[in-house]
């Protein structure tokens, strides 16, 4: 069945569209998809428990004032790290979760943390990054609420709208509404991008629910014994539609039923002249298949990116960076290698912030562009990258180009990567994407076997080893292993095993055949 979009194009407008694949119970998925390309992608699995925007009143465990930082039980898997930077100054003056009014200014003051807390006391905190890599979620004592259209903000007298918003007549006519705005003293609100173009009745609403949602907050706050859980973010579809919606998006295609229904009746509640825009999915083929992005979601763990041109980028993750490095392989452009360089890096640029959208990169990325000799194309490389990165929600932070040709990025981390639960690494390269050679685990092996002989004396030594490997060693190492057995009268066998890979050799002596050695490499 074919959906006809309600919304009015113009030439070259972008087709727009949300697909929402909430057909397993072990997964979800939502990918944003413009003029047939996969452009942003998010993913929750059941597995993992994600907690990141999640709001709990936790104990102070530790004070650390080297680290100038605070260790909270909240009731999570891991202690939460909380830095001085994310305490609130009101936390100071008293021993419970206060929110009393406290200028943004001071979130970056000269406060030290054993001024802030002290152990044993209590914090109302908010989760605003997921633990990673065995280290604890990241939290702060600066809550903020989202809606639709704002974003509330206990104990912060601020009153403001999203910088995103650049239509200056937009922002005059908005800052209006939002100083009209009927609140609280002890909170603060921000106008989100989705705000554009709302009229004030639509603003109103959203508050009204926000401000009803603290009050049932600020009644388990003050009841509740920590830790516990205060607010739940909400589930992956609700927030993509609170946060990733926009008007100029054709169509939301859903294909599960009872997802369908949850998302109609919060579009009822939260912005009903979009209520048209939501569909159901009925055809027999898999959603994501129907619009060609399931084999590109597949490919998102791969290291090389092809470019339209025949040029490439490679991603190759570490433990503290991301480094992306760009080839120009075949493509030929110009006269010269400075136009050939100049346009691949161009064509790159577009990937490159786009990937880092999909596989939700970050931390510090360091890309490595072909280097250029011309000034004026090295700053307009490094405009388009500057460019191609405002659409992306996460915080990010770009370097002007290095004489080496890189240029540093940092981008907000909040969630594991899409990579993270859907793939795992290697059994055989433990994640390392290389293993030996033939020939080289052949000679390791013979390594082994002499280190056993000349050690532990065996009468008898069974060497396990993957098919391909004892092949090598029938073929090409047989003298080597009767020469052994001559010299130290003892008896070798080679014994081919399917379940081995590459790097594993088992050696089993006639003292220890009970008890095998295994080692790697």
């Known amino acids: 069945m074919q959906w006809r979009s309600k919304v009015k194009r113009k030439p070259g407008d972008v087709d727009k569209k949300m697909l929402v694949d909430g057909a397993e119970e072990e997964e979800s998925r939502i990918a944003v998809v413009e003029d047939g390309k996969l452009q942003e992608l998010y993913i929750q699995r059941s597995a993992i428990g994600e907690i990141a925007g999640n709001i709990y009143k936790g104990v102070v465990l530790n004070v650390e004032p080297a680290i100038d930082a605070a260790f909270v039980n909240f009731g999570g898997p891991r202690n939460g790290f909380l830095h001085v930077s994310d305490v609130m100054p009101s936390y100071g003056k008293s021993k419970t979760p206060t929110f009393a009014p406290a200028p943004s200014a001071n979130r970056r003051g000269d406060s030290k943390i054993p001024s802030l807390l002290k152990q044993g006391q209590e914090v109302v905190v908010q989760v605003t990054r997921e633990g990673l890599r065995g280290k604890g979620p990241s939290l702060t004592t600066y809550i903020s609420i989202p809606g639709r259209y704002l974003v509330l903000m206990p104990g912060i007298k601020r009153r403001t709208i999203s910088r995103k918003i650049a239509d200056e007549k937009q922002r005059d006519r908005l800052k209006k509404i939002v100083a009209e705005l009927s609140i609280p003293e002890e909170l603060g609100v921000i106008l989100r991008t989705a705000g554009e173009g ?60 009872p997802v369908y229904k949850k998302t109609i009746e919060f579009v009822k509640g939260v912005m009903p002249r979009y209520r048209s825009r939501i569909m159901p999915y009925a055809g027999l083929e898999p959603l994501f298949y129907r619009y060609h992005i399931e084999d590109e979601i597949d490919r998102i763990a791969a290291k090389t990116v092809p470019l339209k041109s025949g040029g490439s980028i490679v991603i190759e993750q570490t433990e503290a960076l991301v480094a992306i490095d760009v080839n120009s392989g075949k493509f030929l452009s110009g006269a010269d290698a400075e136009e050939t360089a100049f346009h691949t890096n161009l064509e790159a640029v577009e990937e490159i912030a786009r990937q880092l959208r999909l596989r939700d990169l970050g931390g510090v990325i360091i890309n490595d562009f072909i280097d250029m000799e011309q000034e004026q194309h090295r700053r307009a490389v490094e405009q388009a990258l500057s460019a191609a990165l405002k659409r992306d929600r996460a915080r990010i932070r770009v370097a002007r180009m290095s004489r080496f040709g890189t240029i540093g990025i940092t981008r907000q981390r909040v969630r594991p990567g899409v990579v993270t639960g859907s793939f795992e690494n290697c059994p055989c390269c433990e994640g390392s994407g290389r293993v030996k050679t033939v020939r080289s685990a052949a000679v390791g092996a013979i390594r082994r076997i002499r280190r056993e002989i000349a050690t532990g004396r065996p009468r008898e030594l069974r060497i396990m080893m993957s098919p391909e490997v004892a092949t090598y060693f029938y073929n090409h190492k047989r003298d080597t292993i009767s020469e052994m057995e001559e010299r130290s009268n003892v008896s070798i066998r080679v014994v081919a095993d399917s379940s081995l890979n590459r790097n594993d050799v088992t050696i089993q002596t006639d003292s220890a055949r009970q008890a095998p050695t295994s080692a790697k490499r």
């Open 198 to 257: 709302r009229t004030r009745r639509e603003i109103e609403r959203d508050l009204d629910y926000l401000l009803r949602l603290w009050r049932v907050m600020s009644g388990r706050i003050k009841r509740s014994s920590p830790p516990c859980l205060i607010y739940q973010e909400s589930d992956l579809v609700t927030r993509a539609i609170r946060d990733i919606f926009s008007s100029d998006m054709a169509k939301v295609i859903i294909n599960s039923e």
